[in-house]
């Protein structure tokens, strides 16, 4: 039962558990009160009957007295005045007496009044007779009956005035008693304001606590979390108030804020590994460009000097010399000009058709270079230099120095979602562990090999990983020695592309 | 939920404080009786009860009795000649009390023509008057309640016969004036023959009467020092035959310090009474049954107003207590 008022009660919002506090005590004062004025008002009415009862009295002595001094009067002159007199003065007494107890009683002062009355009526009784005789001038009977009317005068005026005397005395009595009840009153009226007010206090202090608590915790976790920490703990409430409401709101709101840190150093990381990656992929360019640029010294020159060459062939009719100098100068250009862009497919298979050429030329024709390209795939942006070192790669370590006669075979289709750039030679071949070498990158292109364009597969390999995100694009395969080694790059296609290499 | 334990415990102790003081102040109030003057039993019938003795214990003793039977049979006794300061005499509390239209009347008379007119006044007025202790002939009176003046007389004189020594013996009996009428006499004379009949033959009997005036409050007081003080008046033993005699006369012998000398045969047993003869101060005293005397008046008046009729006399017994059967009669008196 009190649990379930308890429930009921920390359900409330702090608005009503404070009216209803205030109008609670508000009430007793109310009822302490009340029933204090209603206690002073009887009290009050009671010493109001008591002092009437005294006053009556009077009235009735006096009545008494006025109606036996109409009556000598009358007897005296028999005026019709005194007559008058004499009948309104006892109808007065007779109104007064109505007032009086006439049941015998064990109470002293009722007993008194039931005595009183009924002498009083007796004594009516004779003064009526009296009247009568002296109107029938029964002298005899008359004085008789004024004397005996004296008599009873004289008694029932003393009956009157002892019960006056013992009713006031009775009456300062009760007087005092009321005095005494009222004090009491006083005594215990305060003393339950006093306990009502002290446990009101507490009361409210309490309440006051229970509002102001929580508060204070949540206060102190929103100073924690302003300051930083957000692995304060949840905030626990019991009740259902509005401070409930707003400890609730604020467990929320951390909550999210802890969901929110997360998602944003997530998302940060990715941008952080991403940032890394472009970075790794320019210091592998720049590392290209350098080895490149330690390998050429001043390659505008060498353009220059080369196209001058071309143009004195021209000039002197030589057109094998002139081509010669020209594809050597388009090769160049395109590796210094390439190293930082991307290339289209078709360029860099360009750039290994100069190669070969200039090679060819260099080694009197000991190439055989055929190429199988589907030319849809031409436009594909790639990294640049990155089937001219393949090839370069098959020249130097596949075929020079073998019995037979060297094939170099670059063949570049769609295969599924990749284009597949294959370089195929029929030379020396590699082993399983040298292929493994190669992909742990443990292979260094030899600073001492003079024919290096010097870019070597550790860095064709890395920047292709970096470029797409992909591993595996780069596959060597080969049956052993002798028996030629076949180099393939995948490159992803996007849905667009095949489209658009379908469409083409 | 344990935190809002202390709220409810204090509104509930705010609660039980408002009613408990509540209950508390009614509780006071109501001890204090504040509401007595309007208070008091009702009832049917309304008598009075007559005695110029009514103070003493005896009488008051007798109106205790009258009352409770009285209560018993609804009927409200009234006790006259107690506390007015006004000097009435008997006939003008009779008076009174026809004025006042009281149901009955239980009366101590005096045997005097006015007392004797007054009940006839209200007898003739409808109010049946009963006589008690003392009677009032040639009037028409209901009925007495009381101990036989003949038998009174009796007991008085064998009381005093053990008390006479040898030789001549003086006793004097304190008549009132009031009573110096056919009981008292009678009384006096039944004292005389009996100790005069029961006398040894060494001793003589002087059997003296000494009437008060009850008109004069002191005059009892000082006529009873006068006769102490006089040797050659003084008593052997003296006869009281109401209370209040008997106390002025104990009083009188113990300042004189004539204790042994003067031997007194009091009448009831009041307070000094009883420790007077617990000392042998006085040797014995005539105890009429009180409670009887009370009760017997208010029966014969009730048994008047519902039969019409009612037995003219009603014996009251008369015990002597003396040393040797006072502690018997007072341990009789606690139990009844």
Redesign the interface.
């Known amino acids: 039962m009190i649990s379930k008022i308890m429930n009921k009660f920390s359900r409330m919002s702090i608005r009503f558990k404070l009216i209803l506090a205030f109008t609670l005590t508000a009430f007793f004062m109310f009822m302490i009160n009340l029933f204090m004025y209603v206690e002073v008002n009887n009290k009050m009415e009671l010493v109001d009957q008591v002092y009437s009862s005294n006053v009556d009295l009077n009235d009735l002595l006096e009545t008494l007295e006025e109606t036996q001094q109409s009556v000598y009067e009358y007897l005296n002159t028999k005026s019709s005045a005194s007559l008058e007199n004499y009948y309104r003065m006892e109808q007065q007494f007779q109104n007064q007496l109505s007032g009086l107890n006439r049941q015998p009683s064990d109470n002293k002062l009722m007993l008194r009044e039931k005595n009183i009355a009924n002498m009083s009526d007796t004594y009516l009784t004779l003064l009526q007779d009296t009247v009568q005789a002296k109107r029938g001038r029964n002298v005899e009977k008359y004085k008789e009956g004024y004397e005996k009317s004296k008599e009873l005068y004289q008694y029932i005026n003393n009956w009157i005035y002892e019960l006056n005397n013992e009713t006031f005395k009775m009456n300062s009595t009760s007087y005092q008693l009321l005095v005494q009840s009222l004090k009491y009153m006083e005594i215990v009226s305060s003393t339950v304001l006093i306990c009502i007010t002290l446990i009101n206090m507490l009361v409210l202090l309490r309440l006051a606590r229970n509002i102001v608590e929580p508060l204070g915790n949540l206060a102190q976790s929103a100073n924690q979390v302003a300051a930083g920490n957000f692995d304060v703990p949840m905030l626990q409430t019991d009740s259902e108030d509005e401070v409930a409401i707003v400890t609730n709101a604020f467990n929320t709101m951390i909550a999210s804020i802890r969901q929110y840190i997360i998602q944003i150093r997530n998302s940060m990381e990715k941008e952080q590994a991403m940032k890394e990656q472009e970075l790794l992929m320019e210091t592998h360019l720049k590392d290209a460009q350098l080895k490149y640029l330690q390998a050429q010294i001043n390659p505008h020159f060498l353009f220059n000097s080369l196209n001058a060459g071309a143009q004195l062939a021209m000039m002197e009719d030589a057109e094998q010399t002139c081509l010669f100098i020209e594809r050597m100068a388009d090769f160049f250009r395109y590796n210094v000009k390439k190293m930082s862009d991307d290339a289209t497919l078709g360029e860099e298979v360009e750039s290994v058709d100069n190669y070969i050429y200039i090679l060819n030329v260099r080694f009197a024709g000991d190439i055989h270079f055929s190429k199988n390209v589907d030319s849809a795939l031409l436009f594909k942006k790639i990294p640049s230099m990155i089937i001219q070192p393949i090839v370069e790669n098959a020249v130097n370590y596949g075929i020079r120095d073998i019995e037979w006669e060297g094939v170099i075979v670059l063949s570049i289709f769609q295969e599924n979602d990749y284009i597949r750039i294959c370089v195929q030679d029929n030379g020396k071949g590699m082993s399983k562990e040298r292929i493994q070498e190669v992909y742990a990158g443990e292979i260094h292109a030899n600073k001492s090999q003079k024919d290096s364009t010097g870019v070597g597969l550790n860095n064709v390999i890395n920047r292709l990983q970096l470029y797409y995100g992909e591993k595996n694009l780069f596959r060597i395969e080969s049956d052993g020695t002798n028996q030629g080694t076949k180099v393939t790059i995948s490159i992803p296609l996007s849905e667009e592309e095949q489209r658009c290499i379908e469409s083409y | 939920?344990r935190?809002?334990?202390?709220?409810?415990i204090?509104?509930s102790?705010?609660?039980l404080?408002?009613v408990a003081?509540?209950i508390?102040?009614n509780y006071?109030?109501n001890s204090?009786?504040?509401?007595?003057?309007?208070?008091?039993?009702?009832?049917?019938?309304?008598y009075v009860m007559i005695s110029l003795n009514a103070s003493g214990q005896f009488w008051q003793e007798v109106y205790k009795s009258a009352c409770e039977t009285a209560e018993n049979e609804g009927?409200?006794v009234?006790l006259l000649g107690e506390d007015?300061?006004?000097n009435y005499t008997l006939v003008?509390y009779i008076?009174?009390a026809?004025?006042?239209?009281?149901d009955g009347i239980i009366l101590e008379p005096e045997d005097t023509r006015n007392v004797q007119n007054a009940i006839d006044e209200a007898s003739d007025a409808g109010i049946p008057v009963v006589t008690v202790l003392e009677d009032c002939s040639n009037c028409k009176r209901l009925s007495y309640v009381g101990v036989n003046s003949y038998q009174l007389g009796q007991k008085y004189g064998t009381a005093a016969l053990p008390l006479l020594q040898e030789g001549e013996n003086r006793v004097m009996v304190l008549l009132h004036e009031e009573e110096k009428d056919i009981a008292s006499n009678l009384i006096f004379t039944q004292i005389n023959s009996t100790l005069q009949e029961g006398l040894a033959d060494n001793q003589t009997a002087v059997v003296n009467s000494q009437s008060i005036s009850s008109q004069n409050i002191f005059d009892s007081e000082e006529i009873i020092r006068d006769m102490l003080m006089n040797a050659s008046e003084r008593p052997d033993v003296l006869i009281c035959l109401n209370e209040a005699d008997t106390e002025r006369a104990y009083q009188a012998v113990v300042d004189f310090n004539l204790v042994g000398d003067v031997q007194i045969i009091g009448y009831y047993l009041s307070d000094t009474i009883i420790s007077a003869i617990e000392k042998n101060n006085i040797p014995m005293s005539m105890v009429v049954d009180a409670r009887e005397l009370g009760s017997y008046g208010v029966e014969a008046l009730e048994e008047y107003r519902n039969i019409g009729n009612v037995s003219d006399y009603f014996s009251v017994d008369l015990t002597s207590i003396n040393q040797s059967n006072i502690m018997e009669y007072q341990n009789m008196e606690e139990d009844s």
Do not use: C
Request: glycine content about 4%; cysteine-free; overall charge positive.
């Open positions: 939920m935190k809002k334990l202390p709220v409810f204090g509104i102790v705010m609660i404080l408002t003081s509540i508390y102040y006071i109030t204090l009786k504040i509401n007595e003057l309007t208070k008091g039993m009702t009832y049917d019938r309304h009927a409200y009234e007015s300061s006004q003008d008076e009174i026809i004025a006042a239209k009281v």
